[in-house]
């Protein structure tokens, strides 16, 4: 269905450029080194001639990837909407472009119309002129290797035939129709005079037509649609004006506590049902479910699927956003990135890292806490009162769910003092959690994808014994390095001591900030912190602060020591 290029498996093994993980099940079911389609970077999808496929991530050995050639350069899915622009940023286009870019989708636009409106209805609309919508399709099909085109509101005659004659001239590989004509509010946005033309002109054209329930009974001359049988009989009506399937959208159906839509494809019809999301905020609901399988045809995927997954992004993002508040009007928009609330929860870490911040480290051990007696978020709390400037949770041996729990706990009481909160080895519980970062070693998730998991505004923290690791860590995109064990240590079994040398020459190489780790305390953090290099930016510490009765104590103790000898500034200084 959609023209992603297929490169050979043996190029891309032969290229320095790029390093293909394939999966071990990959390899299991038989998968030759033919036929593999890369589809986006970092992540990919294989896919096989019966269409089985399998994800992973390709990462990329070097950051400048100009010397391409061109059979090797990755073809991005790529979806046209043809719409109007919403104001308020709920549906149209604006709703398109949001779709399209959680769904990993590159999406260009062609504006039809100009809409004035928020969450309270439609101000003003403006059509743009025909023939300048038709510049705008030639600009868009002549160039860019659109792969489906989507529709949203097609406010004339005019534009519909434009469409359609500019489409039979550039042929893309998918067409998907929302039949937009009634925006949320009430407010009409396409009069009676296209249903004829949409109805034997652009259906015909179309792979999907996605109207719900008003526009199926407009399109259908009026006809009462109430229950899940006549979405049905109205399903298949609207498949004989010519489109190869159709989803009528149950959403506004009267008394349904499950949102039900019917999908038909000519033979079979499948109802798609799901737990209602009690929400108000469902502007642009439709232009984001015709987005997304229109995102995932460009992907490749079969119809079924994309409507399949089309719905679930939909709830997800309805279900998601039902608490948040954008506009004093009945029906608000919500968030497709899912990603809106984080950041008001994020507003007590005001900035972004900052070295001065691993001063000190205070590193848990679920070991220690239990032989003391006390919980985590306790081992925390105290740690942070004592003066610890960032904290790191590494719980080796707890279950998931447990780890879950008392990273979400710790991080409120970090939160609340406005001290950064990392995750040890986890990236799935940091980005549950929403934690500030993670510290992984050389054996653990790779900085480079932790980096592209956790996005540009978390911290990754990286071990590292040499020179070359440092380097690599700094390419991978890490905010600091862990450099030890500097002494020899009980707390990491089978840890090689580098030694004040070591950490020297990982200091000295270095780019990036590090802290020292391994057997530090009071009794040798000055002759740590005295080696003399001002990227040095403090101690990381565990057994130090958590093998005793009393961490506030203890990290008091540390606090004090490494204030004393005012070592922050000493480093700030000569770094600058
Ligand atoms: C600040 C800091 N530096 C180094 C480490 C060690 O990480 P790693 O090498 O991954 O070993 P484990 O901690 O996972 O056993 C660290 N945790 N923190
Ligand atoms: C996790 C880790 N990485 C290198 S040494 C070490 C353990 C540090 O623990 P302690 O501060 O008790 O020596
Ligand atoms: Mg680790």
Redesign the pocket.
């Given at each position: 269905m959609a023209s992603s290029t297929f490169l050979s498996a043996s190029s891309l093994f032969a290229t320095k450029h790029y390093l293909l993980l394939i999966p071990p099940q990959a390899s299991a079911k038989g998968y030759t080194n033919n036929n593999l389609r890369v589809s986006n970077s970092p992540s990919f999808v294989l896919r096989t001639k019966n269409s089985t496929h399998l994800q992973g991530f390709v990462a990329m050995q070097e950051k400048d990837a100009s010397t391409l050639g061109d059979d090797l350069k990755i073809k991005i899915p790529h979806v046209l909407s043809v719409a109007g622009s919403d104001s308020g940023a709920g549906a149209g286009i604006q709703a398109d472009l949001k779709a399209c870019a959680a769904r990993r989708v590159y999406c260009s636009t062609v504006i039809t119309s100009v809409t004035a409106q928020n969450t309270v209805g439609v101000q003003g609309v403006s059509n743009v002129p025909e023939d300048f919508v038709a510049e705008q399709l030639k600009s868009v099909l002549s160039d860019m290797q659109v792969d489906v085109v989507k529709t949203g509101m097609l406010p004339s005659v005019g534009i519909i035939n434009i469409l359609c004659k500019t489409l039979r001239e550039f042929p893309v590989q998918a067409l998907v129709v929302d039949p937009v004509m009634v925006s949320t509010s009430g407010d009409v946005l396409a009069g009676p005079s296209i249903l004829s033309v949409f109805r034997e002109v652009l259906f015909p054209m179309a792979d999907i037509i996605t109207p719900n329930l008003k526009e199926a009974s407009a399109l259908l001359d009026g006809v009462q649609l109430e229950t899940v049988d006549d979405l049905r009989c109205a399903a298949r009506l609207l498949y004989d004006m010519g489109p190869k399937n159709v989803l009528v959208k149950g959403g506004d159906l009267p008394d349904s506590s499950d949102a039900v839509d019917i999908f038909f494809n000519g033979d079979n019809f499948y109802e798609l049902r799901s737990p209602r999301v009690k929400t108000q905020n469902t502007h642009g609901t439709g232009c984001s479910l015709a987005s997304c399988i229109a995102a995932e045809l460009a992907k490749g995927y079969p119809m079924v699927s994309a409507v399949k997954v089309a719905k679930r992004f939909v709830e997800t993002a309805l279900d998601y956003s039902k608490d948040i508040f954008i506009g004093n009007g009945p029906q608000g928009p919500f968030d497709h990135l899912l990603r809106l609330k984080r950041h008001s929860q994020d507003c007590h870490r005001l900035q972004a890292f900052n070295s001065s911040d691993l001063l000190l480290y205070a590193?848990t051990d679920s070991e220690m806490n239990k032989k003391w007696g006390r919980s985590i978020t306790d081992a925390v709390k105290a740690a942070i009162e004592g003066g610890a400037t960032i904290v790191q949770l590494?719980e080796k041996d707890a279950e998931t769910q447990d780890f879950l729990e008392s990273a979400k706990a710790c991080l409120k009481i970090c939160r609340s003092h406005g001290v950064p909160l990392l995750i040890n080895d986890r990236i799935d519980i940091a980005l549950a959690c929403d934690a500030d970062g993670v510290h992984v070693g050389q054996s653990d998730m790779p900085a480079r994808v932790a980096r592209t998991l956790l996005g540009p505004e978390k911290i990754v923290g990286v071990?590292c014994k040499t020179p070359e690791q440092t380097r690599q860590a700094w390419v991978d995109g890490a905010d600091y390095i862990g450099c030890?064990?500097v002494y020899p240590?009980n707390?990491?079994e089978n840890?090689i001591t580098v030694g004040l040398d070591g950490l020297k020459t990982v200091c000295m190489a270095s780019t990036l900030p590090v802290v020292a780790?391994?057997?530090?305390g009071v009794s040798n953090a000055r002759t740590v912190m005295e080696i003399g290099v001002p990227n040095l930016k403090g101690v990381a510490?565990?057994?130090?602060l958590f093998d005793g009765e009393c961490v506030l104590t203890e990290t008091r103790k540390l606090h004090a020591m490494l204030s004393e000898s005012n070592i922050d500034g000493y480093t700030q200084k000569l770094i600058i």
């Open positions: 590193v590494r071990s030890g064990g240590t707390t990491k840890n780790i391994g057997g530090i510490v565990v057994s130090a």
